[in-house]
Every structure is written in structure tokens, then in C-alpha cells.
């Protein structure tokens, strides 16, 4: 995640996401772990804000209209995920905000897990999304992406995990899904089959989910919840194995 990301295309969904799948109260405690990384400004993304343009407001409001509203703010002041987190679109969420120590990565992410022990839904945010052969996590962009080891800490520590993954041009989505569940369910091993809900705003995404048993109904709930309502212009799902 960038600061000069918050409130674009991809956090609406995102945030609309994670308040669907956290249900109607009492609701799944939540924890976001931003994977923080110092903004890239030659990179010319980023910039996906024209869903809060008047001629498209009836189109994106009607999914979720006080989040559209609190990112409207967001994006017309200071872009950072401060202000995310002082808007409470996410409730009372736990946050861990400091930026991603590729040098010391154990200890940034030991400071991840207490920061968000105890939250029932974790939400991983990496710019990319899993780890790829070509970039080691200790790089200089290892930043940009999560472990399958740190997925693993954070579903065992007890939480149902969720998680930001960008996909590829090349290849069809439903076979970069299959796969990367398959690498999940392998390097992970959750109880339940992993799953995803692809994103169609903005660039191509999904939203990877790994359940524990005991949160699987509410989150289950959520997402009849999610596909039942205006959001299901923006969202396909769930997609899991073949």
C-alpha cells in the first residue's frame, strides 16, 4: 500500500469488501495490515478517483453510500491512509501503519501480529499481492508483496485472513485463482478451501479469503450480502478451484 493509493477505485471496493464480510453486529472484530511502502511517484498509477465524479456518482454511491461519501473527503484532502483510518469506515479496526522494514523483516512483522492479535478477519494490503520467484522478500521491493509464511502466521494466530492480490494480463482470471489457491492450500494448509472475489474497477485484482471454521457462516453471509446489492455491478465471485 501507498499513501498516494487511499481513497482510489481499489479501496472502495476493498473497504466495501471488508464491511460486508465482517456482518451485521455483532460483527468480526477486524485488523488491517497495510504493508506500508514510501509512494512511487514516477509510476503513473494510482490515479483511478474518476468513481467519485459527479457523472458517475449514481453508478458507485448506491453500493455503499457513507463509504463513497467518507472517501470522497479523503481523496479531496490529504491522501493517506491516516485518513482512512480517522474516517472509520472500518469501524473500530486495529491498524498496523509502519512501513515494512525489508531489512528486518521478522521483527516488522512480529510487530504486525500483536498489533492485530485477537481481530477474528486480518486484512493483508501488499501493493502486488503474494510473493513472486523473481523478488525476494528482503529486496528492495519486497515491500510490495506478502509472504506465504506471513499468511500462515497470521491464520494460525487464529485470524481469518483476507488479502490483496493483483493479477496478470496473460492469463485467464480464473486460472491465476485456481493456482494461487492451490499455492495457498499447500504452503498454508487452512482447514477450508481458499477462495476469491474479483474486483472489476481499476486494475485487474481479487480479494483472496482463507476461513477459519468458526467465522465461515458470518463471512459466507457476508458475501450473499455483497452479491445481493448494487455491489455486485463491481464484483465477481467467489472464485476458487476449478
Known sequence: ???????????FGKYGLLRCLCGEPPRLSLGVVWY?????PHVQDGKHTRYLARDRERRFRASDPELYDALRKVVSDRREIAAVERSRVLGDAAFFSKP????????????ALNAVAGRELVFLDPDNGLEMGATRLDSPHGGKFCGYQEVREFFYAGASVALHQHLGQ?????????????????????PLPPF??????????????????????TIRRGIKRLMASPWHKHFTGPLGFP
Open 1 to 11: 500500500m501507498q499513501n498516494r493509493y487511499a481513497g482510489d477505485v481499489g479501496d
Open 36 to 40: 506500508l511502502v514510501s509512494d512511487e
Open 100 to 111: 515494512v522494514d525489508t531489512g528486518n523483516r521478522d521483527a516488522w512483522l512480529r510487530e
Open 170 to 190: 496473460s492469463d485467464p482470471v480464473e486460472s491465476q485463482v485456481a493456482w494461487l489457491c492451490r499455492e495457498l492450500t499447500g504452503k498454508v494448509a487452512p
Open 196 to 217: 476469491a472475489l474479483q474486483f472489476h474497477r481499476g486494475t485487474t485484482r481479487v480479494f483472496l479469503v482463507l476461513l477459519q471454521q468458526r467465522h465461515a457462516e
